[in-house]
Nanobody
Framework: QVQLLESGGGLVQAGGSLRLTCVTSGSSISFNEMSWYRQAPGNERELVATLTERGISTYGDSVKGRFAITRDRLKNTAYLQMNNLKPEDTAVYYC??????????????WGQGTQVTVSS
């Protein structure tokens, strides 16, 4: 059974930084793609950043130059470093992974979400 477990959210002042962590657990996992999404109250879920298996990262326009997505292959862990945070970054952040799991094939998995609150 595959699980994605996020951590690292919290309350921070505008201009501050946080690092979110997403740990993938399970066996026979091959990584295809990892993304971070966020959802603020009343808004649709928004794609924040994506990292492909080739190491190519892309970002939403609102976070370019401030956020960075990385991955530690040995630890099956992905990170979202968030710098110069703004009140509009306040949201629940979700880890999303496209994985190939042994004979089960390719699938999309979600974490439970972690709250990020940025005060002005």
């Amino acid at each position: 059974q595959v699980q994605l477990l996020e951590s690292g959210g919290g309350l921070v002042q505008a201009g501050g930084s946080l690092r979110l962590t997403c740990v993938t657990s399970g066996s026979s996992i091959s990584f295809n793609e990892m993304s971070w999404y966020r959802q603020a109250p009343g808004n649709e879920r928004e794609l924040v950043a994506t990292l492909t298996e080739r190491g190519i990262s892309t970002y939403g326009d609102s976070v370019k130059g401030r956020f960075a997505i990385t991955r530690d292959r040995l630890k099956n862990t992905a990170y979202l470093q968030m710098n110069n945070l703004k009140p509009e970054d306040t949201a629940v952040y979700y880890c999303n992974a496209v994985l190939t799991i042994g004979a089960a094939g390719r699938g999309t998995y979600w974490g439970q979400g972690t709250q990020v609150t940025v005060s002005s």
